[in-house]
């Protein structure tokens, strides 16, 4: 993490106010919450709509803080205490962390894309660990105000940094990349998350593409070659940079053959080695992720005769193609954490695909932030369903009801039930859920369907958790 004194915080953030009387005060580390204070901390208060951080300053630096930040056009500051007084206390973290990760010694390696960017954060973060030491991204802190905190966090003796940039709209991509300044980025995909926002998918295609913009000349662009809104745009790209492709067609850099699907997980070869790889993450789609995370490693020097270490022992983030045990031996598919109609599809085939379950039942929620098509999207993916690979089909949400309405011409009405009430959901559901039974649970984060998979693994006598 940071570590410097007020005076040099105090030079990097151009303070307005004189902070000489604690010049000397070591600053270690940064929080954006009062209640989560480490001896020596520095405080960033935000003015929110509904909370002012400046409320808490006092109380983090009773608990432990060595200094805060104070936004100018904020009255009153404490000035008995440690303030670093800025004109605005977000364009100060984010400048803290520019100087930062340019005063360190480190590669940064950037992560973008409608969906798998953190997967394959977690699977570059992995394999470049073979050979340096890494720090990632934790959690979601991929935005405006995570990035930097996640910049912040670095050691000094961190080789390598591993960073994932969400957006919700223009010119949000482009502030992350120019303060991380990669070496090298990755474009995982464009799909259809972000339409609400931006309109269409070619807009969503200019928006990751402002990943380029902070990419050290020379360095090295990872794109998803079969993607033509990426290709389209990076052939008439000016900038001085090497590109590689990864995908499904042989017209790429990187591309998986002899694919086999595992219970859990894959077994693939690739078009430039003779290795096998087996990959611990369900999905076939999630290779094209590992592919690009190998592309990464290689230019860094990592053979590919050395990945499968890596890849065997990767651990993703929580809820995505998470596989666990229900209480009566059924297996549950708990990617829960978003859903756009790309990744709703991929999930899909992939339970689809799956062999030795007697019966296969997918919960399936709202998709959110779509635009105004978003009932055809997902009319769409319920029309799309197979009647000979997929049992049932529950819908939660009021948009899933749309689902449920184009599943019911594929799978028919007894097979179809559509939910308001989550509890409603779960008490049906459990009917139909046996030892044999293969159940996928994905929906956008803010329909909070973990519960049900939770709730399928509690053991509702003993009240133990058997996940």
Request: with cysteine.
């Amino acid at each position: 993490m940071i570590k410097r004194s007020i005076k040099q915080i105090t030079e990097m953030v151009s303070a307005t106010n004189d902070t000489t009387p604690f010049s000397d005060t070591l600053i270690s580390g940064v929080t954006i919450d009062s209640r989560k204070i480490k001896p020596g901390n520095l405080f960033v208060p935000f003015k929110g709509e509904h909370v002012d951080g400046h409320k808490y300053v006092e109380e983090a630096i009773a608990n432990g803080a060595a200094a805060a930040l104070w936004q100018q056009d904020v009255p009153n500051p404490p000035r008995h205490l440690p303030l670093i007084i800025v004109a605005d206390c977000l364009i100060a973290l984010q400048e803290l962390a520019r100087k930062y990760r340019n005063e360190l010694n480190v590669k940064v390696v950037g992560i973008t894309g409608s969906n798998g960017k953190t997967t394959t954060k977690d699977m570059t973060a992995s394999l470049l660990s073979l050979a340096y030491k890494v720090q990632k991204t934790e959690g979601n802190f991929n935005n405006h105000i995570g990035l930097p905190l996640t910049v912040l966090s670095l050691n000094e003796d961190t080789e390598i940094s591993v960073l994932e940039m969400g957006m919700s709209g223009r010119g949000e991509i482009a502030l992350l990349t120019k303060l991380a300044c990669p070496d090298a980025v990755v474009i995982t995909n464009i799909g259809e998350a972000h339409l609400l926002d931006l309109g269409s998918r070619e807009a969503i295609a200019e928006a990751k593409l402002e990943i380029l913009q902070g990419l050290k000349p020379g360095g090295l662009a990872v794109l998803h070659g079969d993607e033509p809104l990426l290709m389209e745009r990076i052939n008439r790209y000016q900038g001085n940079i090497k590109l590689q492709t990864f995908g499904r067609k042989d017209t790429n850099d990187l591309y998986p053959i002899e694919i086999t699907q595992l219970a859990q997980g894959n077994r693939f070869k690739i078009n430039t080695s003779g290795e096998t790889f087996e990959l611990p993450v369900l999905g076939t789609h999630n290779i094209l992720n590992a592919l690009a995370a190998m592309l990464i490693a290689r230019y860094f020097s990592i053979p590919f005769e050395k990945m499968s270490e890596g890849l065997e022992g990767i651990k993703l983030t929580n809820m995505r193609m998470e596989l666990v045990e229900g209480r009566h031996g059924e297996k549950i598919i708990n990617d829960a954490y978003n859903a756009s109609p790309t990744s709703m599809m991929a999930a899909i085939e992939l339970v689809s695909n799956l062999q030795g379950y007697d019966r296969k039942i997918l919960v399936l929620g709202d998709m959110l932030e779509l635009g105004p098509e978003e009932e055809q999207y997902h009319l769409q993916i319920g029309e799309g369903l197979n009647p000979e690979q997929i049992d049932l089909l529950f819908t939660y949400g009021e948009l899933g009801t749309h689902i449920a309405n184009g599943a019911r011409n594929a799978l028919g009405d007894e097979r179809v039930f559509a939910f308001s009430d989550k509890e409603e959901l779960l008490r049906q559901l459990q009917r139909y859920v046996r030892k044999d039974t293969l159940v996928l649970v994905k929906a956008s984060r803010g329909m909070k369907l973990e519960e049900v998979v939770k709730a399928l693994q509690k053991d509702n006598k003993s009240g133990k958790d058997n996940g």
